[in-house]
């Protein structure tokens, strides 16, 4: 059976599903770690190791804010098609740049909750952190669509982004 192109709305939706699916992944491992270190409910956390949790997310957010959105400007000349291909391309890149950086504070959280007592709140704080993170920058919205736009639209060519994932103009 032959593959045909995705609509411009489904690709959006695509995009949706599969972030909106990494959303619950914070919460599935909560709850994983809460059988697995369901023992150091009651232990205290350390609180160099929970504001070095917060410390991640909050450099995470500047590195989000500062470089999340960048893309390689579009060169001027090109088809619509070819424009509107090489947008929604950029577009996914940066999003999994975007996903990669946010999951870094449950990440660091999990690796740290096995070397000290008190270790699934620090799971909580890496997980909260990072839900913040994901859907802040991750999930496909209109803001994240216009950032990613404005980068791409540097030299003054239309990136047509907005027409190739479906949303109004």
Same mark, same amino acid.
């Given at each position: 059976?032959?593959? #045909?192109?995705?609509? #411009?709305? +489904?690709?959006?939706?695509?995009?949706?599903?599969?972030?909106?699916?990494?959303?619950?992944?914070?919460?599935?491992?909560?709850?994983?770690? !809460?059988?697995?270190? +369901?023992?150091?409910?009651?232990?205290? #956390?350390? !609180?160099? /190791?929970?504001?070095?949790?917060?410390?991640?997310? =909050? &450099? +995470? @957010?500047?590195?989000?804010?500062? /470089?999340?959105?960048?893309?390689?400007?579009?060169?001027?000349?090109?088809?619509?098609?070819? #424009?509107?291909?090489?947008?929604?391309?950029?577009?996914?890149?940066?999003?999994?740049?975007?996903?990669?950086?946010? @999951?870094?504070?449950?990440?660091?959280?999990?690796?740290?909750?096995?070397?000290?007592? +008190?270790?699934?709140?620090?799971?909580?704080?890496?997980?909260?952190?990072?839900?913040?993170?994901?859907?802040?920058? &991750? !999930?496909?919205?209109?803001?994240?669509? *216009?950032?990613?736009?404005?980068?791409? @639209?540097?030299?003054?060519? *239309?990136?047509?982004?907005? @027409?190739? =994932?479906?949303?109004?103009?």
């Amino acid at each position: 059976m032959p593959s #045909t192109p995705t609509s #411009t709305a +489904g690709h959006l939706r695509q995009l949706r599903i599969m972030v909106g699916a990494l959303l619950a992944a914070p919460l599935i491992i909560v709850v994983a770690m !809460w059988f697995v270190l +369901g023992h150091t409910l009651t232990d205290p #956390t350390p !609180w160099p /190791f929970v504001i070095a949790v917060v410390a991640i997310g =909050l &450099v +995470g @957010e500047l590195v989000l804010r500062t /470089f999340g959105y960048r893309t390689v400007v579009l060169p001027g000349g090109l088809s619509p098609a070819d #424009t509107m291909a090489r947008s929604r391309l950029s577009y996914q890149a940066a999003l999994f740049r975007r996903m990669s950086v946010a @999951e870094l504070p449950l990440l660091i959280a999990l690796a740290l909750s096995f070397v000290t007592y +008190g270790g699934f709140y620090l799971v909580l704080f890496g997980a909260a952190i990072t839900l913040n993170l994901l859907v802040v920058h &991750v !999930w496909p919205s209109q803001r994240s669509v *216009d950032r990613t736009a404005a980068s791409l @639209e540097l030299d003054g060519a *239309d990136s047509r982004l907005r @027409e190739a =994932l479906g949303l109004p103009r």
